[in-house]
């Protein structure tokens, strides 16, 4: 989905060189790794489409830019030269967050895809697109007399 070229938006080029020490590989490896744990979170989506590159940005760039904050902290827990903690801490958290909402169902990014197979049986699905159930009930109640 996105290339370590593309993590430059969140580092200065020396900087990145400095953390990977011109290793592009482990770049990679945090990409991949940044890729995985978002696709955790997004199961009720196309996986293969969303992150395929054959939507436009439109659709899927705020998605790419909460996978470079992932990848950014996962790099910069390798080694952090000039560079502030706290705020990619922080983006790395909100990605994270945001990433929460969707699986929730309390997001639903516009345009992304579901899998064809539920949308080719025409399976039932809950209102968020979704096939799981949820539940809840009141919290017990204690009489006293």
Not at 26 to 34: D, H, L, M, Y
Not at 78 to 89: C, H, S, V, Y
Request: aromatic letters at 10%.
């Amino acid at each position: 989905m996105i290339t370590a070229a593309e993590l430059k938006s969140n580092f200065y080029p020396e900087i990145l060189d400095e953390i990977t020490r011109h290793d592009l590989a482990i770049a990679e490896g945090c990409i991949q790794s940044a890729e995985a744990e978002a696709k955790s979170y997004l199961s009720k989506y196309d996986l293969a489409t969303l992150f395929g590159g054959t939507l436009p940005d439109s659709v899927t760039g705020h998605l790419k830019t909460i996978i470079k904050d992932i990848a950014s902290w996962h790099l910069v827990k390798l080694a952090n030269p000039n560079i502030e903690l706290k705020l990619f801490r922080t983006n790395y958290e909100d990605g994270i967050k945001w990433l929460k909402s969707i699986q929730s169902g309390q997001t639903d990014p516009q345009g992304w895809p579901y899998p064809a197979a539920t949308r080719e049986t025409g399976n039932e699905t809950a209102a968020d697109g979704s096939q799981s159930v949820q539940w809840n009930s009141n919290r017990k109640r204690r009489p006293f007399f």
